[in-house]
């Protein structure tokens, strides 16, 4: 099976990275004139807006809470410059915030038309990239939006009614605690984004494959799960067989691919980054006994689609000269004849999967077996 280099989340797409234009202009808001700190800003807005266009042009992929940042610093500078005699009396710090809060607004109402517009030409795995990076832009976007909503409130009530009264903390107010909470927000997404890998190394994770076995993606196996046959798996199935009987035994988990179902003992999700050889000597360790010589050996890959999974089956057979050498029965657990499985089929006792590869097994492999015996 191919193997691709896939996506991972690195800390140059924290979403709060992305407001460190602002932070600079906030920052030097403190030491700077105002008409300074005005073409400070239409200066870094310009920068940023080269590269988000270079960006843009040369990775594809946008830079999202970067780009309203860069949006914003670009209207401040430009109105600020315009209507000036207006304008004074908004200090730069409320000016600056209601500007972001209105451009997180538009851009999380166009976040659909963006995503979709601009990711028909990209390749599966891009979509994926950009689906995650989407996904966390909303998020802390919308926690943003509440913390603007209460700084912007404070802060206008206090400079409307009491900014001469209390200057100490209109000071504060104005051009300390924007600072502290930009920190804050950056913290915190470090350490959710830390949290969340940790979480995520204790998932079981799945491939996702295309037609031809490369590995496009992965995803958590529950995801899957809980998505039906939205994504394409591999799967491994070994087929044990003693002469003519196949060995047979309950199935334990409703929803797998066995169900409840009479199925092989061996039938496995690959995970991500497991390959057939590792989950064949895992299996063969679980089930046979170290008495047996011969080595599975694959017959068959096809597809097996429901509407709860949708698999890539790689089927493989095993044959053991003594039945005994199978291990770790359940109850229930037995060879069958193919008389006995011929008399149960499509009742029910078998999962579906086993009935469609038992009618290429009797065209091959027990037909072989058959005129072997004839032959003696």
């Not at 407001?19 to 030491?31: A, D, E, G, I, M």
């Not at 035994?249 to 061996?266: A, C």
């Not at 694959?298 to 005994?324: A, G, P």
Request: proline fraction near 2%; charge should be positive; aromatic fraction near 14%.
């Amino acid at each position: 099976m191919k193997q691709e280099k896939l996506f991972k989340h690195r800390y140059f797409y924290l979403q709060s990275a992305g407001l460190l234009p602002l932070f600079l202009v906030s920052l030097t808001n403190n030491y700077l004139t105002e008409i300074h700190t005005v073409k400070l800003a239409l200066f870094i807005g310009l920068i940023c807006l080269c590269v988000e266009i270079f960006y843009r042009i040369f990775y594809r992929r946008f830079l999202l809470m970067f780009g309203v940042s860069t949006l914003t610093l670009i209207q401040f500078a430009s109105l600020k410059l315009l209507f000036y005699n207006s304008l004074f009396l908004i200090s730069n710090t409320v000016f600056l915030g209601i500007l972001l809060f209105i451009n997180i607004l538009i851009v999380r109402g166009l976040h659909r038309i963006l995503f979709h517009r601009h990711s028909r030409d990209y390749s599966r795995k891009d979509r994926m990239v950009m689906a995650n990076i989407m996904h966390e832009f909303m998020y802390m976007s919308r926690l943003l939006l509440y913390v603007l909503s209460f700084y912007l409130a404070v802060t206008i009530m206090f400079n409307t009614y009491s900014r001469n009264m209390y200057p100490d903390i209109y000071v504060f107010l104005n051009y300390r605690l924007n600072l502290i909470l930009m920190m804050l927000y950056f913290v915190y997404e470090c350490i959710r984004i830390i949290l969340l890998n940790k979480m995520l190394s204790k998932e079981t994770w799945l491939p996702i494959i295309n037609e031809s076995l490369s590995v496009i993606g992965r995803v958590e196996k529950h995801e899957s799960f809980r998505r039906g046959n939205r994504y394409l798996h591999p799967h491994l199935r070994v087929i044990i067989m003693c002469g003519n009987r196949i060995y047979l035994q309950p199935g334990q988990i409703k929803g797998s691919l066995s169900g409840l179902h009479l199925d092989t003992p061996v039938s496995e999700d690959l995970r991500y980054g497991e390959t057939p050889d590792k989950v064949l000597k895992i299996a063969m360790e679980k089930y046979i006994s170290v008495e047996n010589r011969n080595s599975p050996r694959r017959i068959l890959t096809s597809k097996f689609k429901t509407d709860i999974m949708n698999r890539v089956i790689m089927l493989y057979v095993l044959n053991v000269s003594d039945e005994s050498y199978v291990i770790n029965k359940p109850r229930g657990g037995k060879f069958w004849t193919s008389d006995q499985i011929d008399a149960e089929l499509g009742k029910g006792v078998f999962s579906t999967c086993f009935e469609q590869e038992y009618e290429f097994l009797k065209n091959t492999i027990l037909l072989a077996w058959e005129y072997t015996e004839k032959e003696k």
